[in-house]
């Protein structure tokens, strides 16, 4: 029978209940990671999602008492559909921060919505610099095409190249690794003797190597996104280049360490400049291979994946300082000035520009143990973005 006591009995269970519902959802942070998971840059999406999910099974899924579940999307590598789906995520899932963004005009598409909604958002993978100066609430763990060109200026200079022809993809990453190795090259002495430009989508390389090996320069310096390496390597032997005596040099997103050891020996002795390797030799880096590998040992873990990890230790590292307040002004002011050991080495997070400050090596192909490897030879050390500091 209901009398008094059980019916106020009954409404306390049901009351504690609904109190406890939002509460429990209030501890879950969702983090919505956009990425091309089809297409021509799958590779692109697999290595980024692959290191995300690998520093949350080294690091566990909790942090300042907040549950972190990530939610990923396929954009397919399409302009449109990453904007949708950042909409999407934000208005329907309560996403609290954007992540992912595998190239330069995926991630200019979110920019506002990041600054309309004041949702922080962690490019993972594409690398223009201009992205960080799209909207306030965006912030990097890749890096920029000129902290990673201007070293390979400056390596080439200092190691008898003095003619060069520059060939890189049309937009936004080849405009600025064009522009920052011949700055580099030509003020160290070099010259630039023909600048070529080619496609983004289905590149064939053969006219434009051509035109290479008619310029007879001594190197030819290549910026091409992480995955159309092994095509381009595939050419640039088939047409003769090393042949004619021509050095290939690049940005390691050329010699990319998903594809390198499917390359065979037209990669060997080619010398580029990057962020990291899986080869780089570091107490982090061996257990972050060795941790990627057990859940992924078909896949070698490339610079995107470690833009996938970076990208989540940031904000790790962001919500605890904030006390896991993900808002976007304060989970921002968190992230200005934030360091870490990465498996790349020591990284922060530049204050002023949200950019990533970190050493970028130059390495050349070897054959170690029967595996191609970027093998890093030398180092420049903390390396902000050039294209703004040169701003300054
Ligand atoms: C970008 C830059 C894309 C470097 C890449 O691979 C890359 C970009 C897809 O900013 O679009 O290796």
Redesign the pocket.
């Known amino acids: 029978m209901l009398n008094r006591r059980t019916l106020i009995a009954a409404a306390g269970v049901a009351l504690s209940c609904l109190a406890a519902i939002p509460a429990a959802a209030q501890e879950t942070i969702k983090i919505g990671l956009i990425l091309p998971m089809t297409g021509p840059?799958a590779s692109?999406g697999r290595q980024v999602s692959a290191g995300a999910k690998t520093f949350m099974a080294m690091k566990g899924d909790t942090v300042a008492g907040k549950k972190i579940e990530l939610v990923i999307r396929d954009d397919a590598g399409t302009a449109d559909q990453t904007r949708r789906i950042a909409q999407e995520l934000v208005v329907n899932d309560s996403a609290k921060v954007l992540a992912g963004f595998?190239?330069?005009?995926l991630?200019m598409a979110v920019a506002p919505v990041a600054t309309q909604a004041k949702i922080p958002s962690v490019v993972m993978?594409?690398?223009?610099a201009s992205i960080t100066k799209a909207s306030e609430y965006i912030t990097r763990t890749s890096g920029t095409?000129p902290q990673y060109s201007l070293p390979v200026g400056t390596w080439a200079a200092a190691n008898k190249i003095k003619k060069v022809v520059t060939l890189v993809s049309d937009?936004?990453?080849g405009i600025d690794a064009e522009k920052w190795f011949t700055k580099e090259f030509k003020a160290k002495g070099g010259e630039i003797v023909e600048a070529v430009r080619v496609p983004l989508a289905n590149p064939d390389f053969a006219p434009f190597l051509q035109r290479v090996r008619d310029a007879k320069p001594d190197a030819v310096f290549v910026f091409l996104?992480?995955?159309a390496g092994s095509l381009f390597m595939k050419q640039f032997a088939d047409r003769g280049l090393a042949d004619a005596g021509i050095k290939l040099i690049a940005t390691g997103?050329v010699t990319?360490d998903d594809i390198l050891n499917s390359m065979g020996k037209p990669a060997i002795g080619t010398i580029t400049g990057h962020f990291y390797a899986t080869a780089h030799d570091s107490p982090e880096n061996k257990a972050y291979v060795a941790a990627f590998k057990k859940a992924n040992a078909d896949m070698r873990p490339n610079f995107?994946s470690v833009g996938g990890f970076d990208g989540m230790a940031l904000i790790y590292a962001a919500l605890e300082k904030t006390k896991g307040d993900v808002t976007g002004p304060a989970f921002m002011a968190a992230v200005k000035g934030l360091s870490w050991t990465s498996p790349r080495g020591p990284v922060s997070i530049d204050p002023e520009t949200r950019d990533i400050i970190q050493n970028i090596y130059i390495r050349e192909v070897k054959d170690v143990n029967g595996e191609l490897q970027n093998v890093e030879f030398q180092t420049f050390k903390d390396l902000k973005d050039p294209e703004k500091a040169d701003a300054k």
């Open positions: 840059f692109t595998g190239l330069t005009p991630a993978a594409a690398g223009t095409l937009y936004g990453p996104p992480s995955g997103d990319d995107m």
